[in-house]
């Protein structure tokens, strides 16, 4: 059964850092281009954000404005998983952590075409 397993989230304080990370299972990994998304309180699914994304060979990475410069998005394709390490975290950034896996080089379409979700992670920034 193909399956993404997120860990890695939790309860820091405004400028602390995370390292969420990813594993993938049933699937071949390196095949798939990756992305982590998030939903804050009070968001609808159909509203989560897109925060970073990186291609099936790890060559390419894009993020969200929000996050540039603090967030680094990595893979392992032997060890079939994918990271996303978080510093000078923020209050804005409390959310749910998904990781998502579409077929192909490079995904730019709707979240709803993902072939794969995680079942999400809590991270909180809260003093």
């Known amino acids: 059964q193909p399956q993404l397993v997120e860990s890695g989230g939790g309860l820091v304080q405004p400028g602390g850092s995370l390292r969420l990370s990813c594993e993938a299972f049933g699937f071949t990994f390196s095949s798939y281009a990756m992305s982590w998304y998030r939903q804050a309180p009070g968001k609808e699914r159909e509203e989560r954000e897109l925060?970073?994304?990186?291609?099936?060979?790890?060559?390419?990475?894009n993020y969200a404005d929000s996050v540039k410069g603090r967030f680094t998005i990595s893979r392992d394709n032997a060890k079939n998983t994918v990271s996303l390490q978080m510093n000078s975290l923020k209050s804005e950034d409390t959310a749910v952590y998904y990781c998502?896996?579409?077929?192909?080089?490079?995904?730019?379409?709707?979240?709803?075409?993902?072939?794969?979700w995680g079942q999400g992670t809590q991270v909180t920034v809260s003093v």
């Open positions: 925060v970073a994304h990186i291609t099936s060979t790890g060559g390419s990475t």
């Open positions: 998502a896996a579409a077929l192909g080089y490079y995904y730019a379409g709707s979240w709803a075409k993902y072939d794969y």
